[in-house]
């Protein structure tokens, strides 16, 4: 990729964290110095490359099990990143045919490519929301939002990864919270998150990377993770590392890593899905 975007408002000077975790993925869409940034955090970390892999295939599980059990139609993913297929509509529209997504990130360059996020089918729909998690009342005030979902009925609110960039001053738990309020009865929320609580000497370089890049982070014990849960019915398992979440739900086609010799160490994730009473 060249630099030929910054003039668009994409800030190719220090790493982005939705860069980062593409290049994680074995994406394409990232520069140097994300490239440069991540491969100091596989340094310190290299189970990054498992972990990442793990999260998006908790992600698809999830969607799954959903769409499948709980007739969840309607997603609102926020922290999207830089789309890699299958992405949450894919596998939700494998499912429900008719589900409805909306898609929000504030990094420019997940806009630049959101065109692949709007591929639904005839029967669904999905759009793509430039906004921040920090700001829920203008995310959820965004017409383009409206204009896909029903508020009126059940969402899925999926979190994937996504607020251990959002530290405690920043007041995560009213951040879900707020968002949660927003969706009715029989919603639910989808959330994984990076933990030191199996290597903490390593996450303490990982963090002090992302810090020193500019990208503050707090990664949370399990029974922190469990707060962004108060109030929901968590599905079996509970709170689990996330290779050890639903690991049969898969398609069978590379939504999980299983093939691998997976540790809780090397995965470092807690993940969860909760049903809104």
Avoid at 186 to 200: E, I, K, M, R, V
Wanted: glycine content about 8%; proline content about 7%.
């Amino acid at each position: 990729m060249t630099n030929s975007h910054a003039a668009r408002g994409i800030d190719t000077s220090r790493p982005h964290s939705a860069r980062m975790y593409d290049y994680y993925l074995g994406g394409k869409d990232h520069f140097e110095v994300d490239k440069q940034a991540a491969e100091t955090v596989a340094t310190a970390y290299p189970g990054i490359f498992v972990c990442a892999r793990e999260n998006r295939a908790f992600m698809h599980r999830a969607t799954r099990v959903l769409a499948r059990e709980h007739g969840i139609r309607q997603w609102l993913d926020i922290g999207t990143g830089i789309p890699t297929e299958p992405n949450l509509h894919q596998v939700a529209q494998s499912v429900v045919p008719e589900a409805r997504v909306v898609y929000a990130d504030n990094d420019p360059l997940v806009l630049k490519y959101a065109e692949r996020l709007m591929r639904s089918t005839p029967q669904g729909r999905t759009t793509y929301i430039e906004a921040d998690v920090n700001a829920p009342e203008t995310l959820l005030g965004a017409p383009e939002l409206a204009e896909v979902l029903d508020l009126s009925r059940p969402v899925a609110l999926s979190l994937n990864a996504l607020m251990h960039f959002v530290t405690d001053a920043q007041d995560p738990y009213g951040i879900v919270s707020r968002l949660l309020d927003a969706l009715p009865s029989g919603s639910a929320l989808a959330l994984s998150h990076c933990t030191p609580d199996f290597d903490p000497q390593t996450w303490e370089k990982v963090t002090a990377i992302y810090t020193g890049a500019g990208t503050p982070v707090q990664f949370r014990a399990q029974k922190d993770v469990a707060r962004f849960f108060d109030g929901l019915e968590l599905l079996d398992p509970g709170i689990s590392v996330g290779h050890r979440w639903r690991p049969d739900a898969g398609d069978g086609n590379g939504n999980t890593t299983a093939n691998e010799p997976l540790t809780d160490a090397r995965v470092s994730l807690w993940v969860g899905v909760g049903i809104k009473p």
